[in-house]
């Protein structure tokens, strides 16, 4: 690792549903510009009393992560078999992941993973357009290499 490496090119990303897949599957071939992202995780509910208290109690959230493909990725494949098993059996699967960010050391491990929405057809101008698939995650733990 080398000092102040921000590099993700050499990241990895694997997903796993042991219901409907045999075996993990890494993803390829992301986005020009962005792989994945994660929106913000709420954790706390905050009120403020009339006479100036700030309250504050722990409450649970899904992580939601969005994954960006490129349009030749053949990733994407995998998440069309996905997106076709939840509609025939009318219940989503469920997902485990981890990713492992080599320049920094870190590694991230998801669980509880739900695919709540994706693109189902690319967007097409002069070239077609990436394709995200977002993965709300029930918790997702950091630890080191």
């Given at each position: 690792?080398a ?6 090119a ?7 549903a ?5 075996a ?5 071939n992301y986005a020009?510009?962005?792989?994945w992202?994660?929106?913000a ?7 403020m009393s ?7 109690g722990w ?7 969005t994954?960006s493909l490129?349009s030749?990725s053949?990733s994407?494949?995998?998440?069309n078999m996905?997106?076709a098993?939840q509609?025939?059996a009318?219940?989503?699967y469920?997902?485990g992941g981890?990713?492992t960010l080599t ?6 491990t998801?669980?509880?993973g739900i695919?709540s929405?994706a693109t ?8 077609l357009?990436a394709?995200t698939y977002?993965i ?7 630890a080191?290499?």
């Open positions: 690792m000092d102040l490496d921000i590099t993700s050499n990241s990895i990303f694997v997903l796993t042991t219901s409907l897949l045999q993990p599957f890494r993803l390829e020009a510009d962005r792989a992202d994660a929106e995780l709420e954790m706390a509910e905050l009120q009339v006479d100036g208290y700030l309250n504050a409450v649970p959230n899904p992580v939601t992560q994954i490129a030749a053949k994407i494949a995998v998440f996905i997106i098993a509609n025939a009318r219940s989503p469920r997902f981890e990713i320049s920094t050391g870190e590694k991230f998801m669980v509880g695919l929405s189902v057809l690319p967007a097409a101008g002069r070239v357009e394709r977002t709300a995650w029930q918790s997702v733990t950091p080191g290499i």
